[in-house]
């Protein structure tokens, strides 16, 4: 029979490392067969100012609160403009009224400015002549009479030459009472005239002042329109800084809002993966432990031998023996 020399050498770690590293990976598969709960991550909403912003975005002086003013402003710079242009036509008949009182006074027709009562003066102060020719005429015949020679031709003469008077008195009386109902028509009528001028002037005035007025009424609302615009626009203005400004702080806000919620998220997690953070540690520390090589046995023997029942039973419960003494030392680690 032939002798064999079988040597066999079993490498292992001292039993107390062996333990830790038994005992962390039951740890280890402990842990990761419980599911873990991640919290939720959570996003910050709209700040008090943000919502604040989006409220005076949509109320009268925010997005479009411009246009009520600039409605307004448009319409009094129309009715501006449509003042200005009522001017021009005040100014065309101031001009055209002031064109006629540079005429001459040249009247065709005084009859309008005669007196009325004219042919009645001539007709009492015609027979008042006549009244006092008849008692001139009674008084001469009534000297003749006396002197003895009625019907002569000396009293003959005188009748005639009463006749005559009489007659040249009538005629002076109606001249002159013509040429002074004349001159009563021409100074009457000369006043109306000059009055009618003044008149005349004094409307060309008030219409240069009333295209004046207009003028100036249009200027105002026209001005006003533009005031009007300008407010608009600086209400739009001021109003987008203000929403800009809400906005601005509002997302400060949320920004800060948002930087708690996920340094608590962070925290949540870093506590809920520290049991993992400590197995990481002591595996990296194990990862270092030394290791010791032991030669459980060496033997020259004819032939290899199969241990018996009672031998393989001894020998593992010795390594059981060792690894629990030694998980013993370090179970307050991970109980």
Known sequence: MVERTITEQVLREAPEIEALKLGLIRS????????????????AGFSGLQTLAQQAALQQGGIGGYKPLLATGAGALGTGLATLGQAPPSIAAAQQAAAGTGQLFAPTDLSAYTNPFQQQVIDTTLAEINRQGELARNQLAAQGVGAGAFGGNRFGGQ???????LADSRARALA????????????TAQTAFENQQNRQQQQSQLLGG????????????AGIGGQQLGA????????????????????????????????????????????????????????????TQTVL???????????????????????????????KQVGGLFG
């Not at 009333?210 to 609302?221: D, F, K, S, V």
């Not at 997690?269 to 194990?286: A, G, K, N, T, V």
């Open 297 to 327: 046995g060496s033997q020259v023997a004819p032939s290899a031998q199969t241990p018996s029942a009672f031998q393989q039973v001894a020998g593992f419960g010795t390594g059981l023996l060792g690894t629990a003494a030694a998980a």
């Open 210 to 221: 009333i295209a004046g007025l207009y003028g100036n009424l249009g200027t105002q609302q």
């Open 159 to 165: 009748g005639v030459e009463l006749d005559r008077n």
């Open 28 to 43: 280890a598969k402990g842990l990761a067969d419980v599911p873990i709960p991640l919290p939720q991550q959570q996003v």
């Open 232 to 291: 608009a626009q600086l209400q739009q203005t001021t109003g987008i800084k203000d929403i800009a400004g809400f906005q601005q702080l509002g997302q400060e806000q949320q920004r800060q809002q948002q930087t708690e919620l996920d340094a608590l998220r962070s925290n949540q997690q870093r506590q809920l993966y520290e049991p993992y953070s400590r197995l990481s540690f002591l595996s990296d520390i194990y990862k270092g432990a030394p290791s």
């Open 176 to 187: 002159q009472l013509n040429a002074q109902n004349y001159t009563q028509a021409l100074g």
